[in-house]
């Protein structure tokens, strides 16, 4: 299955991060690492602190959603990922965007990710690995650029 994982940071050294968490995820048992995109700086959105590294990683599993889910979690445990509050500023979150064309709507899990074609930081990555991506019930990736265009994201 293919899968693109959404990568972000602003706590600590937020590129290093990034940068390992997309290493973790090429290393990752039933996963193959086959592209990440460059890395952007974005401003935080219904959040707080420092700016945001992001990047989007494009790996092909054989994990179930909700085992690869966990598998991101453990990445983020290993970061020091606390969870105190809604967007919290945070050393490493990884996101699961796009599990193949699938829909997800379980109780810890729901892809696509409910935000993606809201978000920038998101979006602009992910179109970067792959143009012609369709969002699984909602049609063209490239269709919701627009919308996100006030969002300011610089690559780095």
Known sequence: MNAYIGIGANLGDARANVQDAIARLARLPGATLLAASSSYRTAPIDSSGDDYINAVAHIRTSLPAEALLQALHAIETAHGRERPYRNAPRTLDLDLLLY????????TLSVPHPRLTERAFVLVPLLELAPAIAVPGAGPAQAFLPKVADQAISKL
């Open 100 to 107: 193949g064309d699938q829909q997800i709507s379980s109780p």
